[in-house]
């Protein structure tokens, strides 16, 4: 009982946020959050660092990302000192990776790309785990390294990954990026299926409109459908994996957001690479198939019981919530400073007002 209050709550919370943010984030005034002036010209006017929705929404995505691998990993009997050391170790390789894949693909320095970061870290998280294994002393009671399993780990990872891309994709939509082909540019029966389900971005410094022309046109809601997609399918994996199918947990995440990952590719209408099929589509494919060698090369899941009372009892503990907020704060510092939009600040004083 306690499983499915818990999924159908969290249901409803990540498909009403979707849908608002559909509705409202495509609007010009829901990209640039706040402005800190930095130094002031010649003419009195002050130069600014634009903090964007994006980073805003990139870290509640992260942060949720977070808190949901702690629940599950914690709930599953897992102790939580090696779980942080994996986040940290993780988050280490695959945000950098974010905007060095970006930039190797896109020619680009200002962009980062979630695809390249889960490649990257697909690729390195059962490394990972073998290596936190080995460090000592730091379960209490016992002298050697934590014993975590790579099937129970991944399987939290992937479906935490999922609800975090899934609602990092109003990031997406706030700045106006990874967006979508016209769709009076499509086939017919593209142009048929969204005919009435489409976004409109506004805003000269959206993406969209400063990188492709788009601006005020309909594109296919490729961040929408991601959304969706991506959060059911974690939803779904939460299931079975409080239900201890950790193996049938990960690949059914992994099939559904790679296998997407590769569609979705096709109806888009960023710049992607100059190949037909792009180098996305590869690691997409590539990390789909690495997961699936793990598994048969790593021993499989130990019967688990997964006690969800006992992940919430941990994620009360002090240290357990700063470590959480510092995620936020670096996540947001990280993803949130804008590079390729820039502010003019002017100060004045409203006399009427003295």
């Known amino acids: 009982m306690d499983q499915i209050i818990f999924i159908g709550i969290t249901a409803v919370l ?47 995505a992260y942060t949720f990302a977070v808190v949901i691998f702690l629940l599950l990993t914690v709930s599953a009997g897992i102790p939580v000192q090696g779980i942080c050391i994996f986040i ?12 060095i894949i970006a930039k190797i693909v896109e020619k680009k320095s200002g962009t980062l790309t979630v695809g390249g970061a889960v490649f990257a870290g697909s690729l390195v998280a059962p490394w990972l785990i073998f290596l936190i294994n080995l460090i000592p002393g730091l379960v209490p009671g016992r002298t050697d390294g934590f014993n975590l399993n790579v099937t129970v780990i991944l399987s939290a990872m ?28 499509c086939r017919p029966w593209v142009q048929k299926l969204f005919g009435h389900f489409y976004l409109v971005f506004f ?28 959060s059911t399918a974690a939803l779904v994996g939460t299931w079975l994996y409080m239900n201890g199918y950790f193996a049938a947990a990960l690949m059914e995440t992994m099939v559904v957001t790679q296998v997407w990952r590769i569609l979705s590719e096709f109806f888009r209408a960023d710049f992607r690479g100059c190949f037909k099929i792009t180098p996305y589509q590869v690691m997409a494919a590539g990390s789909l198939a690495y997961i699936l060698v793990v598994l048969l090369f790593f021993s499989p899941a130990r019967e688990t019981l997964v006690h969800i009372e006992a992940g919430f009892r941990e994620l009360r503990s002090p240290w357990v919530m700063i470590f959480v907020e510092v995620i936020w704060v670096l996540t947001f510092l990280y993803t949130g400073r804008s590079s390729v939009t820039g502010a003019q600040i002017l100060f004045h004083v409203e006399k009427g007002k003295i």
């Not at 940290?88 to 905007?99: Q, R, T, Y």
């Not at 000269?204 to 459908?225: D, N």
């Open 88 to 99: 940290l170790a993780l988050l280490g390789v695959c945000m950098p990776a974010a905007k």
């Open 203 to 230: 805003g000269k410094t959206k993406k969209i409109a400063y990188a492709s022309g788009l601006e005020g046109e309909k594109v296919i809601p490729i961040q929408i459908i991601t959304a969706i997609l991506y």
């Open 158 to 185: 992937c479906i935490a990954y999922a609800y975090g891309e899934g609602l990092g994709r109003l990031a997406c939509i706030s700045f106006g990026c990874c967006y979508g082909k016209p769709v009076d540019q």
């Open 14 to 60: 990540i498909f009403l946020t979707i849908a608002w943010g559909g509705k409202i984030l495509p609007r010009e005034k829901w990209q640039i959050l706040a402005t800190l002036p930095l130094e002031k010209d010649e003419n009195g006017r002050w130069r600014g660092l634009n903090l964007t929705y994006y980073g805003l929404f990139s870290a509640n």
